[in-house]
């Protein structure tokens, strides 16, 4: 494989890697309420407490302590498209379109916190419910075993994948082996921030989906990347090893996360709002995995850009 042909293929997988933070994303927006009966059982306040981790967990990217670690998201996203030194310069979805979609995500955002009163500096939210979030820890106290069977459940309903093919425990402080590759130090300092992951494990001839967070929020957002790692490992099963490890170490780096995590759950809202009524979620995405590499950036760009071409496109599909 040329220098060329690699390029398509970690950029196919950079395409692969937004898509699935942003289920992810979307999925901490949303999961609880999917379960919320079960939830409530165990206390009135987690679905509104997990409504103000969803908030906090995408403000934080605007944020003092973020934008210090990590920059200005604006600035980011600009130089994206105009440095040819920025990881994402060459990808045409992530370069022209990141920017927006972190824009966008953020006023939904907004629109979100102002209904439940949250108003004034929104990136200071995550000072500001500090207190309350920390009640999460005190309520959700011997009540793991439940919780972890409705994160499984809130996967399970996302996916259609059964609960057995899910490992998933909660856990006080979690520990990442080199996460994702990192060669820099803010990537081994997200690595030391963890608060969950998930992993694709063989295991007797099956392969299953293993995470492990210090929440139900996290968990359940940890259970549905996983689930989507699972689906989208089909778009690599034509790689030999050595390209395998060369896509892999290129594209999948701790550092990229945080981008994708902010602006993929638009992107996923948008892909949602176009495939066709009827077909499982899970085989569409598989599908689009198995694609090659023009033909999915070529098919994603039409999700945003022209959604009404992309949607008849999608309905002739798999």
């Not at 927006?100 to 439940?116: I, S």
């Not at 694709?200 to 990347?225: I, M, P, Q, S």
Request: proline letters at 4%; aromatic letters at 8%.
């Amino acid at each position: 494989m040329d220098a060329t042909d690699a390029r398509l293929e970690i950029n196919k997988r950079l395409t692969l890697n937004w898509l699935i933070q942003g289920a992810a994303q979307h999925a901490g927006m949303t999961a609880h309420h999917l379960v919320r009966d079960g939830l409530d059982t165990i206390h009135p306040d987690l679905v509104r407490l997990y409504d103000l981790y969803a908030l906090v967990n995408l403000f934080q990217y605007w944020s003092p302590d973020a934008v210090l670690l990590l920059g200005w998201p604006p600035r980011f996203w600009k130089r994206a498209a105009s440095n040819s030194n920025h990881p994402f310069f060459n990808h045409a979805l992530l370069s022209r379109h990141g920017g927006t979609l972190a824009a966008v995500a953020k006023e939904r955002a907004v629109e979100r916190a102002n209904e439940k009163g949250f108003t004034g500096n929104l990136s200071l939210i995550p000072y500001r419910v500090s207190r309350e979030l920390a009640r999460v820890r005190m309520i959700e106290a011997g009540h793991s075993e439940d919780l972890v069977e409705l994160a499984k459940r809130a996967t399970s309903l996302v996916w259609s994948i059964p609960a057995d093919r899910l490992d998933a425990n909660l856990s006080t402080t979690i520990t990442l082996e080199n996460p994702g590759g990192a060669e820099t130090l803010r990537g081994r300092i997200l690595g030391q921030l963890a608060v969950g992951y998930a992993r694709v494990a063989a295991r007797d001839g099956a392969v299953d989906v293993v995470a492990r967070a210090t929440n139900w929020y996290f968990l359940a957002k940890e259970l549905v990347k996983g689930t989507a790692e699972l689906i989208c490992l089909h778009g690599l099963a034509h790689l030999g090893d050595d390209v395998y490890q060369v896509v892999m170490r290129q594209a999948d780096k701790i550092e990229y996360e945080p981008w994708m995590l902010q602006s993929g759950g638009e992107l996923w809202r948008r892909l949602l709002s176009v495939l066709p009524k009827g077909r499982s979620l899970q085989g569409m995405l598989m599908y689009l995995a198995r694609l090659p590499a023009e033909s999915l950036e070529s098919l994603m760009l039409m999700v945003i850009e022209q959604p009404e071409l992309a949607r008849l496109q999608l309905a002739h599909l798999g």
